[in-house]
């Protein structure tokens, strides 16, 4: 009798145990495709930066491009260059 | 009964032999077949792709930037797989025509010529957020490939320096391919599990750890660098000339502030380029350089010979010949101080000069000088120079070497050497990239006595007087040194060309304490004068006059 009931637990505790193996696998599985998409989502996240950090710095060196500031300065603001320069020491 | 008794039997029967066969036909594909069948399902859906790596940008050395990458997208179809699996072309073609994507000339086109193929590129280079819009859109077999696009936002004023990348992003010319290692990085390699439909569904294995690209700071002074290209663009055209160069170095410590072309070319256009615009003239073209070489004649000869500045010279009549061939001055001078043979630029007199020196000396002294020499960085095609090694018995050739014949220099070398003259007879080493401010500078070769230096420096001030031949290089509120140059050029089949010349100046500014070293070389002026002081000088004066302000060395002048 005590032989046929440790079996039969031992079978239950077996079946248990495979159930939560069997669920583990699948949240493994799922945390794995939810990582999956937020690494995805992030790496486009930093392509997208990336690319708006590139364009800025082009924005900016192009609006301060010395042949643009030289053109402004002389057609806009109608600057001259100093003819006569005195350094004071 | 019995009857049904069979029956169960029979059905039973038949259950088991299906399980049989269920289990035999497992057995044949998961132990029999498993390599073959797995090999063939890998082949379909795992892929090895590179990841996005993004090429270092390039900066000046005040950290302007010369050259940024930016991230873009191209777009490419499956044609054979959208036959394949009945996928609606016209929905497909109606979206991406939509998206500006691709024509609808285009779209048939690819499926009339191309529906066998499996890779068919629909268009390069697509910003992100057009690329954001096509992925929301979710269309089978139409894919997106980032990768990395390269953009000059000095565009000509730098281009044949900084040179420019491939469709790819790997350097092809210039820095961007001298570099090229250094600023790309290592790409990375990873693999990946695609869907039917060749979507990414899992990255499996990281094969190889990407590296970023590191950014390169140059020695380049964006500012200086603009102001010689406009100037240098100015003259050429005005003088309607064949090309130019120009150099700006700090004398102190060899770092290449300015290197100037013209024409040049614009390296965010994808028009074919030519070699008379993408080639980097301050190393590749060689020329001699005339007058502007006396002042290392003459340094020679006071370090050799027992001749100071106030000694006399006689020059008279104005020529003389050496086996039947005539050294002449634009006119007679007469006898004149040693010094003034540099300031009238007197080939006779400096001619006389070197005649009673060792010739072997004299070329020893340019070898020194590193002419001949390749600088330590290669950048594309840089071309040494040669000298004339004539025999000794050739005197007529050491004579016009003193006056800067027989020897071919490039604007990098010649403003090297001016530089030593500028720093008490040390020739520095030449820098594009920008060193650790800390570093002290250390100081190997001396190519000339600081007495001498500080002599030719004087001298080189006085030809930029009122009564030099340099005077229009002068500055309004700076003093500098310098000398021009005028030479025949050589054509071939013709020789030295009556008709074609090119001008050059090389100088200092500002003197007596000189920063800067500039050589402006000017190739075939047409109209408008071609002599090195009308032609060139003028460029250098511009430039420095501007330079000298905008590195607050004007103190230094009054000083």
């Known amino acids: ?89 | 009964m019995k009857t049904y008794k069979a029956r169960l039997i029979l059905f039973i029967s038949l259950i088991f032999i299906l399980f049989i066969l269920f289990f035999a036909r497992c057995y044949y594909l998961f132990v029999t077949q498993k390599e073959f069948l797995q090999t063939q399902g890998d082949l379909r859906a795992i892929r090895t792709e590179n990841t996005l790596n993004i090429r270092g940008s390039i900066l000046d050395r005040n950290g302007k930037f010369i050259a940024v990458s930016t991230i873009v997208y191209d777009v490419w179809i499956n044609p054979y797989k959208i036959l394949k699996e009945n996928i609606n072309k016209q929905n497909l073609k109606k979206e991406l025509v939509a998206l500006n994507i691709t024509s609808e000339e285009e779209f048939n086109e690819i499926f009339t010529e191309k529906n066998d193929k499996q890779y068919v590129y629909l268009k390069r280079n697509v910003s992100p957020n057009k690329a954001d819009k096509l992925r929301a859109l979710n269309l089978p077999f139409v894919f997106l490939d980032s990768k990395t696009k390269r953009y000059y936002p000095s565009s000509e004023v730098i281009a044949p320096l900084i040179g420019k990348t491939d469709i790819d992003d790997n350097g092809i010319e210039g820095i961007e391919l001298f570099f090229n290692e250094y600023l790309k990085g290592k790409q990375g390699k990873q693999t990946v599990l695609k869907d039917r439909l060749g979507r990414t569904i899992k990255v499996i294995d990281l094969i190889q750890e990407p590296e970023a690209g590191k950014d390169l700071n140059l020695t380049i002074d964006l500012r200086l660098q603009y102001l010689a290209y406009k100037e240098l663009a100015e003259a050429i055209e005005y003088h309607k000339a064949q090309s130019g160069a120009a150099v700006i170095l700090d004398v102190t410590n060899g770092d290449i502030l300015a290197m100037v072309n013209y024409p040049s070319f614009n390296p965010n256009g994808t028009s074919n380029i030519n070699f008379n615009s993408i080639r980097n003239r301050t190393i590749t073209d060689v020329f001699e350089p005339g007058s502007v070489f006396k002042p290392f004649s003459m340094a020679m000869a006071m370090d050799h010979k027992n001749i100071k500045e106030d000694d006399l010279i006689d020059t008279s009549p104005g020529f003389f010949s050496v086996k039947h061939k005539t050294i002449k001055d634009i006119r007679n001078y007469g006898e004149i101080k040693v010094k003034d043979v540099l300031i009238k630029s007197s080939n006779v007199g400096i001619s006389k000069i070197i005649s009673d020196i060792q010739p072997d000396k004299f070329i020893n002294f340019i070898y020194n000088l590193g002419f001949t020499y390749k600088s330590q960085y290669d950048l594309q095609g840089e071309t040494p120079g040669w000298l004339n090694h004539f025999l000794e018995s050739d005197i007529f050739s050491y004579y016009t070497l003193a006056f800067g014949y027989g020897v071919a220099v490039n604007a990098l070398q010649l403003t090297r050497a001016y530089s030593s003259i500028g720093n008490h007879g040390y020739l520095p080493d030449i820098n594009i990239i920008k060193k650790n401010k800390d570093k002290q500078i250390e100081y190997k070769n001396k190519v000339m006595s600081q007495e001498t230096a500080e002599q030719i420096l004087e001298m080189l001030h006085e030809t930029t007087g009122k009564t030099g031949t340099a005077k229009r290089a002068a500055l309004p509120f700076a003093e500098v040194a310098g000398k021009t140059g005028t030479t025949r050029r050589i054509v071939s089949g013709i020789g030295y060309d009556a008709t074609s010349h090119n001008a050059i100046f090389a100088g200092l500014a500002p003197y007596p304490n000189p920063k800067l070293a500039m050589v402006v070389f000017i190739a075939d002026p047409k109209e408008n004068g071609y002599y090195g002081g009308l032609v060139a000088a003028p460029v250098f004066s511009k430039v420095m006059g501007s330079a000298v302000r905008i590195l607050g060395l004007e103190q230094q002048a009054e000083g």
């Open chain 1, 1 to 89: 009798m005590d032989i046929r009931n440790h079996s039969l637990i031992s079978i239950i505790l077996l079946v248990i145990l495979i159930f939560i193996s069997a669920i583990a696998v699948i949240y493994v599985r799922q945390s794995n495709r939810f990582l999956f998409i937020a690494i995805d989502e992030l790496s486009q996240k930093k392509e997208e930066l990336y690319y708006q950090r590139s364009q800025l710095i082009l924005e900016n060196e192009t609006l301060s491009s010395l042949s643009r500031v030289d053109m402004i300065a002389k057609n806009q603001l109608s600057m001259i260059k100093p003819p006569n320069v005195t350094v004071l020491n």
